[in-house]
């Protein structure tokens, strides 16, 4: 697996790319952006940092990136290409896919949460 060294603020990817990598965070951090519903412009859903994983959901089903992902603080990352999932076996890609259309719907209903709440207080 390639290392790779992001300087703060350097956008890793945006929503609606394709891809076919993921990244495992060794250290630093990053901002998950998704757009908002009435205005387009990103809100912020959280922030990750060293130990997880960024980029999953498009490397396991397939479809464009669900978020805009900027480095919080100058960030190293591994980069996993999709040659991986061959040694997962088709029942496993199917278990994952199914976890992930789960998260993309959760952070849906979080961003339109979110924009409901600031709405309602302007």
Do not use: W
Not at 10 to 22: D, K, N, Q
Not at 24 to 33: F, K, R
Not at 82 to 96: D, E, Q, T, Y
């Amino acid at each position: 697996m390639e290392t790779k060294f992001f300087k703060k603020g350097t956008i890793l990817f945006r929503e609606g790319e394709e891809s076919l990598e993921m990244y495992y965070i060794e250290s630093g951090s990053v901002a998950i952006l998704c757009k908002g519903d009435t205005t387009g412009e990103n809100v912020p859903v959280n922030i990750i940092g060293k130990g997880n994983f960024v980029g999953e959901f498009a490397f396991f089903d397939e479809k464009p990136r669900s978020a805009t992902v900027m480095m919080v603080e100058d960030t190293k990352l591994k980069v996993i290409d999709r040659h991986v999932l061959k040694s997962i076996g088709k029942n496993g890609i199917f278990i994952i896919q199914a976890l992930i259309n789960k998260m993309r719907s959760m952070n849906n209903n979080i961003v339109t949460s979110q924009q409901s709440d600031d709405d309602k207080a302007a």
